[in-house]
């Protein structure tokens, strides 16, 4: 038996911790951030899509998705109304497919091994509130990592080289703290002291791992 577990939050706000953790103590963790640039590599059916969606200049000298130019075009000044969804139309089906396959793979191998406890598996996915309703599965729990908006904007600018206006504009096409909290059964603040907030972390995994499941 299995718990799926949507884990969500702010830009910035901490959630990566919370899901390095997660898997730490043993948790099946779905990264949609890295799908979403696995179903994007030269050569996929999405990054074939995006060219002919977006155009050539989506596309850097390397073959590569250029996400200067995307971030631009889908988020920031240049953006055209309905950019994001047409980005998301492609990738999205490819991203959940493939957390799919995961599933079953992680499934599989932990019945090979006996299934002793629950096998709590995460899907991180920083817009589960924007997308919860069109994803292709039910989760047991929702928990939402939040920080206050300026402090996300101090780490963006400081940790990822962001300008401002850079970081407003990330935050600004995400859900707000109200939208995810509406979605969510647990919130993690993550300004609270980080052992504090491993704590956290530490004793709702343990609950899931024996809890009996609503699915």
Sequence with gaps: MTVRVGLTGGIAAGKSTVAARLRQLGAFV???DALARKVVEPGS?????????FGPESIAPDGTLDRAWMADHV???????????RLDAIEHPLIYAESQRLEREAI???E????????VIVHDVPLLAEVIGTMPFDFDHV??????EELRIARM?????????????RIRHQSSREEREAIA?????STQPLERMLEQVDGLYARWRVQTTAR
């Design 157 to 169: 600018m400081g940790e990822r080289g962001m300008t401002r206006e850079q970081a407003e504009a």
């Design 143 to 148: 928990v939402t990592v939040e920080a206050p």
């Design 30 to 32: 779905i990264d949609d």
């Design 108 to 110: 599989a191998a932990h």
């Design 112 to 119: 090979s091994k006996g299934g002793v406890g629950r096998l």
């Design 185 to 189: 059964d647990v919130v993690i603040d």
């Design 45 to 53: 059916v999405g990054l074939a899509r995006i060219a002919r969606e």
């Design 75 to 85: 988020f920031g000044a240049h953006a055209e109304p309905g950019a994001r969804e």
